[in-house]
């Protein structure tokens, strides 16, 4: 869809893992977690590089990516077939 | 370790209070300070920068100040960190303001 999206609606993601220094916009939560591409919301500045004064670029592809709620925590005592939806960044996500 | 703003899952935290209050005219001047600041065609300051600075905020002084009270840390953050003021002219102002009774 956006130039340069490596990923496509329906595409499986895992989430990179770690907790590397720096502003970051990938909850702890989600990190390491698999889920599924369900749109690409477009190119935005790198808010990791802008919280430090940088230019945000080049655009980073933005995912709405969907989780399902008993893979995300341990012990989710709600219906199995409860979803996860998180804004994650390109260079956040590789192929599961 | 996980960052003390980064709360998706954070044991015992309880309910979000989501009752509004009144602002304050202090938080109403906060907010229109960074609006300001972060305007497109003045962009002394990013929301990004905001954030950031807020989230390196000592953890127990994110716990216990107030919403504005971290808008207003990340501004003076930001401001001594660009050079546009320095820590002694804010405390000495501070100090000033604070000898008036204000």
């Known amino acids: 869809m956006e130039i340069g999206a490596r990923f496509k609606p329906g595409d499986r993601v895992r989430v990179r893992s770690g907790n590397p220094p720096g502003h970051i916009r990938t909850p702890a939560y989600i990190r390491g977690k698999t889920g599924r591409v369900e749109a690409v919301q477009g190119l935005f500045r790198n808010p990791e590089s802008l919280a ?39 260079h956040w996500l590789e192929p599961a | 370790m ?3 703003h980064d709360r ?41 920068e905001m954030r950031r600075a807020i989230e390196s905020l000592p953890p127990e002084q994110y716990e216990s100040f107030p919403y504005y009270g971290k ?32």
């Open chain 2, 8 to 48: 998706g899952g954070w044991p015992g935290a309880g309910p979000i209070d989501r009752s509004e209050h009144h602002l304050e005219d202090w938080e109403r001047r906060t907010d229109a300070m960074v609006q300001l600041l972060a305007s497109p065609d003045k962009r002394v300051i990013r929301v990004d």
């Open chain 2, 71 to 102: 808008w207003l840390s990340g501004i003076e953050i930001l401001m001594v960190e660009k050079k546009i003021l320095t820590r002694e002219e804010i405390d000495r102002k501070v100090a000033e303001l604070e000898k008036c009774g204000r």
């Open chain 2, 2 to 4: 996980r960052a003390v």
């Open chain 1, 52 to 90: 430090f004064g940088g230019e945000g670029l080049p655009r980073q592809p933005l995912y709405f990516v969907g989780f399902n709620q008993s893979e995300v925590w341990g012990r989710y005592d709600g219906s199995p077939l409860d979803t996860l939806r998180v804004d994650i960044y390109e």
